[in-house]
């Protein structure tokens, strides 16, 4: 990990501390009945620590997609952007096979 990613993922725990704030459309894709993702795996996905891809140069704002386990061993996805007073939850899901390889951890 370079300097660059490492203060990065910095931010996110410092933003993640302070409180999570979910996007409306966070909150729709984790409510899909297929996914039915809460907000402790959202958590215990950020608390893994586990970053896919830095999007540093998003027009948007610095963002990252991390990956973790759950309890109960599924896979998610969660896509956040640290700011000054929240870590925001852009999206989280449970990430298909055929668009991931290497246990979910590299696109197709």
Known sequence: MGNESLAFLKKIIKSYRKRLLFT???VKQ???PERL???KEVRSVIEQKEVLEYYLDDPRGASCLMR???DQN????VLC?????ALVIVTA???YPEEWKENFRVRR
């Not at 952007?81 to 007073?85: L, V």
């Open 24 to 26: 409306l459309h966070a």
């Open 30 to 32: 984790m409510d899909l």
């Open 37 to 39: 993702i809460t907000s």
């Open 68 to 70: 973790g386990k759950t």
């Open 74 to 77: 599924r896979i998610i996805h």
């Open 81 to 85: 952007s640290p700011k000054i007073e």
């Open 93 to 95: 899901y449970v990430p």
